[in-house]
């Protein structure tokens, strides 16, 4: 008799375990979904704390859209490597608890659809100087770079863009990639 009653605690024990084992890991279904992203070939200059380049990116429905919006956060395990468009399905997740100076949203990359290398010389337009802030670094007479993070290969324009920025509330450039994280300046607007 005991011993029926031990494998009958044990068995509700265990079961009671497996029912609970859900909230363990940590993944509330009410506060996460999964979510397909597009996310551009290019970054975008943008002003959070400080000046920034963050990705365009298009979620859900906005997939196929000619709209991109912004993406300050960052993708857990994406590793994004400019001159290439990717579909991405991710996992979104709101924090109960965000840190005060970061998102309420946590992204976790769950896998990569698809990574499609854009044209050779296909242009795109970053915005270089607007908001009060000028996002190029160095002088016409060093390397130019893009918030220290691309360099700008201006070859004959490299003094029109130093006049232009100096002179202009907002300054355009369109671009086009090169190898290494260089943006080769095709015009300026």
Known sequence: ???????????????????????????????????????????????????????????GDEVDSSEWQFFYDTIEGFNYQPGFVYNLKVKK???????????????????????????????FDIRLKWGGENFVNGTGTTELTLLQEYKINCADLCEELMQELENSEEVTGSFSHEENKKLKLISIQ
């Open 1 to 59: 008799m005991k011993l029926n009653s031990f494998i009958i605690f044990m068995l509700g024990f265990m079961f009671s375990l497996g029912v609970n084992s859900c909230s363990l890991t940590g993944d509330d279904q009410e506060n996460t979904e999964l979510v397909k992203l597009r996310v551009n070939h290019f970054q975008q200059t943008a002003i959070g704390l400080l000046p920034t380049l963050v990705l365009l990116v298009q979620e």
């Open 93 to 123: 997740e709101t924090l109960e608890n965000p840190p005060q100076d970061g998102s309420s949203i946590k992204y976790t990359l769950m896998n990569i659809s698809s990574k499609d290398k854009v044209p050779d010389g296909e242009s």
